[in-house]
Structures are given as structure tokens and as C-alpha cells.
T-cell receptor, first 113, second 116 residues
Framework: DAKTTQPNSMESNEEEPVHLPCNHS???????IHWYRQLPSQGPEYVIH???SNVNNRMASLAIAEDRKSSTLILHRATLRDAAVYYC??????????????FGKGTKLSVIP | NAGVTQTPKFQVLKTGQSMTLQCAQD?????MSWYRQDPGMGLRLIHY???????DQGEVPNGYNVSRSTTEDFPLRLLSAAPSQTSVYFC???????????????FGPGTRLTVL
């Protein structure tokens, strides 16, 4: 399976933009890039996903490199509630109806008031 | 919608005891799964189900059993608990079976299990 590489931790000041990078140099043509986040003591929650084009939703933006070997999750204005572990996940169909999400260690984002 | 619910929230077992972690979803999702999360680690898939009556193993299935008799429920059974099974357990569900890679998984709040 293609793997992702993320920094262990990042810090951001409140109300400033945050750019969370993810490298996935072995991504295949059919892999979707998904981002989930996990707030303290909660289950993961979906943030955004994309294939080739940049994507925006109410939570964040996803910028995907032209060669798809890297992507960046952008939080436009970090709030204290955005402090979480952010996971970059390549979504691969692994056969016969399986929908496995393979979680790495993610990036722990700290937001400074 | 309650989404994905899990019970209990906390549980302490002694080695060798058995128990069932409950998971239910009210979104009529066909796909459900169980993950475990150990300290400082990402989530690892234990078992999953693509519909009622269909289950399969994930990455770390040993020591766990599952069944799926209804669309709504997907219980996880520990037959003989071991200290290595101390972990936080998350249940998840999603729609869109059939090979699409864009479905969103919804996670429950987790069950924190300690095995002494």
C-alpha cells in the first residue's frame, strides 16, 4: 500500500492560516487523498478528500500537487477547536468490498491563543 | 440522527474474562468496521462488514469475533481478554459499498478498555 509521510507536530497561532503537508510519493493513479482529524478523546472525523484537483469545503481546503506526490491541508483561520491530530490517508480499494482506512501517526496540531 | 453510538464508554476487565463492545448506527450504512487505537498510534482495523451477514478480518483480528445480524448493529466480542487488548476501540460506518473510494466514514466516540 502507498504510504504517507507527515510531520509529527506543528504549531499555529489562533486565527492564522495553517498548512499541513503530506507526502505520498508512491501514490497510484486511483488513490484518493483523504484527511481526517481526531480531537482529544474523540473518534476521528472526516475533513476533506480529493483525487487530482484542489478541493474546498466548509472545514478546509485541499491543495494537491500536479504530480500528486504531495498534498496540503489548509485551515484558513485556525481556532482553538482545530487543535487535533490530522491524518492524511490514501484511500485504496483493497478488494472484495473492503474499505480500509490506513491511519499513520498523523500530525498533532497545537493552536496557540 | 444519533450517528454511531458505542457502549460502554469505559470498561475494566480481568484477564480471561469475556465481553461484548456494542456499536450501532442509525444512518442505514452498509459498511461498518472496528478499529483499535493504542497510545501514540494511529488506528488499526480489526474487523469489518460490508452488509448484514458478511464480515471479514482486518489488520489485527486475533482475539476478536464479530457478527452482523442487522444493518444497524455490529458488536465486537472479546472471548478471553488479555492485557495486550488494553486499548481504545472505535466503531465506524459508511455508505457506498461497491468500489467507490470517496465514501466518508463516521466514527463513534470510542470505548476505553483496560484489561488487568
Amino acid at each position: 500500500d502507498a504510504k504517507t509521510t507527515q510531520p509529527n507536530s506543528m504549531e499555529s497561532n489562533e486565527e492564522e492560516p495553517v498548512h499541513l503537508p503530506c507526502n505520498h510519493s508512491t501514490i497510484s493513479g486511483t488513490d484518493y487523498i483523504h484527511w481526517y482529524r481526531q480531537l482529544p478523546s474523540q473518534g476521528p472525523e472526516y475533513v476533506i478528500h480529493g483525487l487530482t484537483s484542489n478541493v474546498n469545503n466548509r472545514m478546509a481546503s485541499l491543495a494537491i500537487a500536479e504530480d500528486r506526490k504531495s498534498s496540503t491541508l489548509i485551515l484558513h483561520r485556525a481556532t482553538l477547536r482545530d487543535a487535533a491530530v490530522y491524518y492524511c490517508i490514501l484511500r485504496a480499494y483493497s478488494g472484495a468490498g473492503s474499505y480500509q482506512l490506513t491511519f499513520g501517526k498523523g500530525t498533532k496540531l497545537s493552536v496557540i491563543p | 440522527n444519533a450517528g454511531v453510538t458505542q457502549t460502554p464508554k469505559f470498561q475494566v476487565l480481568k484477564t480471561g474474562q469475556s465481553m461484548t463492545l456494542q456499536c450501532a448506527q442509525d444512518m442505514n450504512h452498509e459498511y461498518m468496521s472496528w478499529y483499535r487505537q493504542d497510545p501514540g498510534m494511529g488506528l488499526r482495523l480489526i474487523h469489518y462488514s460490508v452488509g448484514a451477514g458478511i464480515t471479514d478480518q482486518g489488520e489485527v483480528p486475533n482475539g476478536y469475533n464479530v457478527s452482523r445480524s442487522t444493518t444497524e448493529d455490529f458488536p465486537l466480542r472479546l472471548l478471553s481478554a488479555a492485557p495486550s487488548q488494553t486499548s481504545v476501540y472505535f466503531c465506524a460506518s459508511s455508505s457506498a459499498p461497491g468500489g467507490r473510494f470517496t465514501d466518508t466514514q463516521y466514527f463513534g466516540p470510542g470505548t476505553r478498555l483496560t484489561v488487568l
